[in-house]
């Protein structure tokens, strides 16, 4: 059993107990308040509420329980590292690699590799997990932020929430959209007959993504998407829906689309490319960008190689 103590300064004086025991700690306000609750939290008083108002220069003792046992093991799992500070980690994550643990991935995701190389992340909020507030499919790479503390964890979690954290992708679709800068503003929900997919669904959830077209060319588009909202395989839907459904995308796209997988591997074009958000401890707004990785540049340059060739041959 670990014990921490702190002593109220003039600027935390006033505030509520649950709010200044997460901010010593750095844990989110929920397991502060769990604290305060177990009576975990002392200072010579009687039993403490969350609510209660603290004074400058009290003095609290807070009682931290050893973190909760998960079958988690740390392993080595190649990803890259693009920012790291005490308090966030932005990650630039690899096509193929699954985010967490899930029926047939109970090793060798994400999670694991953040467990080998932050291991002081296992006991954020007293459970032995990374801070993941949001997620890409297995077959889409880029930028991911990852909470470091559990003070940091709840205020991303309230930035996605408030749709605050800029989110904006690169993906190569087949055939060309009707408007090159349009907003696809179309409820998303889970597929009646396949339940892996989802689908546009007048009763779905709510699903806003902006795109612009980048260029159009032998049948394939460029695009840049903004997600304003965080469904499920959104712009996997979304430009299925205006009849652009991404290359490499097996789950959406035509079968007869692909001979063979572009990529030699499962891999949809999808890359998250820009990432933007409030610092949780600073406020500052921050903002990151991952380049294209190399096997989307390859196969954009054999494509463009057969296009002009195409072109070429056609005009000989």
Partial sequence: MET???????????????FVVSRELGISRSYA?????????????????????????ERYEIEIPPPEKLDLKPEYIPFGVVFSDRDIIVVNKPAGLVVHPAPGHWSGTLVHGL???????GNLNGVERPGIVHRLDATTSGLMVVARNGLAQEKLWGEFKARRVGKTYIALCRGEPRHKMAKIDMPIGRDRVNRQRMTTDEDG???????????????????????????THQIRVHMKAVGCPLVGDELYSPRKADK??????????????????????TGERVSFRAALPADLKNFLAS???RISLSNSLSDA
């Fill in 205 to 231: 959830r709510e699903a806003v993504t902006d795109y612009d077209v980048l260029w159009s060319k032998g049948g394939y588009s460029l695009v840049m998407c903004v997600l304003h909202t965080g469904r």
């Fill in 115 to 121: 467990l080998f190389r932050f291991p002081e992340m």
């Fill in 33 to 57: 308040q769990n604290l305060i609750k177990d009576g975990r939290v002392t200072s010579g008083q009687a039993r403490l509420k969350p609510s209660i108002r603290v004074r400058e220069g």
């Fill in 303 to 305: 494509l463009r190689a």
């Fill in 260 to 281: 063979e997988l572009p990529f030699g591997e499962p891999r949809v074009f999808l890359h998250s490319w820009r990432l933007s958000f409030s610092h949780p401890r």
């Fill in 4 to 18: 921490r103590a702190f002593d109220v300064t003039e600027g935390l004086a006033d505030h509520r107990l649950d």
